[in-house]
């Protein structure tokens, strides 16, 4: 069975009071975003080309040997910015009141057939994401599915769509949902467009590490949310939350092919950069992108709601805390954005 090979590896108070912001108009939509807020995106370039290119690109070989992105080296710089004032952004972030609260919700694939329909962890929506870097060396990735009006998104980390200051945008870039050693149940979607934020791009905060991606149709002509469903996305909301974070982690002890997932209560970072949350987590390289779920169900392979994407931790070797850009209203601007793209 598809699941048996799904691990479990830390559970932490999953028991938790929720509280929504309010749900009132929009108070804040005509002030001026902070620096770090700013979208920037890549030059979209032809369907034909990108398809092309990145199916040819990614040999089984060239997958197999795709490395995880390291991340801890920036994070420490990224603290220093931010306890000296010079990141973008607010000190700590809260649900303002008036902000909406969500943006989509989720939604079931309406093509073909749910290959995935045991009581387990491990969904469809999410997928392992593969790209060259400015350094010319292949990376992986984790990210997942979203519901938007042009069913095309896909969230990830900024890190695994730009490398951040001082470097470019990723090439080759491929998202293979439920991805499964070697197997590519579903297809292969490839980047239209790419979208990232200049307080990462610009100043490598982590408070900030968002990407968000445009797809196009994969070589049948189908979009993405059509074949495999998508995650509904939420912002502003409490940082004390029951979740589940997704991904593929490709280093230490894993091996990046299959799914893994950490569930715990989210916190505040009380230290380094300001606008993260946290929960206990020992997923290691790889994991980067993969979502964190708030409201998953287990008998339905597209429930839940984005509320973080895996980004940094604290022991590139040994992790124990997984971190999070806290979804403020900047996500769900953007969002709003590229939907109908």
């Known amino acids: 069975m598809l699941g048996t ?17 309010p749900t009132a108009v929009n108070a804040h939509a005509d002030e001026a975003k902070a620096p770090g807020e700013t979208v920037s995106h890549s030059a979209s370039v032809s369907a034909r080309n990108a398809r092309a290119t990145a199916a040819d690109y990614w040999t089984t070989q060239r997958m197999a040997s795709a490395i995880p992105v390291e991340t801890t080296e920036l994070a420490e710089e990224a603290a220093e910015r931010a306890a000296s004032g010079n990141a973008p952004g607010p000190d700590a972030p809260q649900a303002p009141a008036g902000a909406p609260t969500t943006g989509s919700e989720p939604a079931a ?14 969904t469809q929506v999410v997928g392992k994401v593969f790209f060259t870097a400015s350094d010319g060396l292949d990376y992986v990735c984790s990210a997942s599915a979203v519901n938007s009006t042009g069913k095309n998104m896909v969230f990830t980390a900024g890190h695994c769509v730009h490398g951040g200051p001082g470097e470019s945008w990723a090439s080759n870039w491929q998202f ?7 197997s590519r149940p579903y297809g292969t979607w490839s980047a239209e467009t790419l979208v990232a ?10 408070g900030y590490d968002l990407g968000i991606v445009i ?13 495999v469903g998508g995650l509904g996305v939420q912002w502003n909301y409490e940082k004390a939350r029951a979740m589940i974070a997704m991904g593929y982690p490709a280093s230490g002890q ?41 409201g998953k169900d287990d008998s339905v392979y597209y429930s839940g709601y984005v509320n973080g994407v895996n980004s940094n931790v604290e022991d590139r070797d040994a992790p124990t805390e997984m971190r999070s850009p806290y979804f403020a209203t900047w996500v769900g601007d953007a969002f709003n954005e590229y939907s109908d793209n």
């Open 109 to 122: 694939p309406t093509t073909g057939d749910s290959l995935h329909r045991a009581a387990v962890t491990a």
């Open 254 to 294: 894993f091996d990046g092919e299959w799914q893994y997932f950490c569930q715990a209560t989210t916190s505040q970072r009380s230290s380094g950069v300001p606008d993260q949350i946290k929960m206990p987590c020992n997923m290691t390289g790889g994991s980067s992108g993969g979502p964190w779920i708030y």
């Open 215 to 227: 797809t196009y149709p994969n070589s049948s002509g189908t979009e993405l949310v059509d074949a």
């Open 5 to 21: 090979r799904h691990r479990f590896l830390l559970v932490i108070g999953t028991t938790v009071s929720l509280f929504l912001a």
């Open 197 to 206: 934020f200049n307080g990462w791009i610009e100043n490598g905060n982590f």
């Open 176 to 182: 293979v949902p439920y991805y499964d050693h070697g």
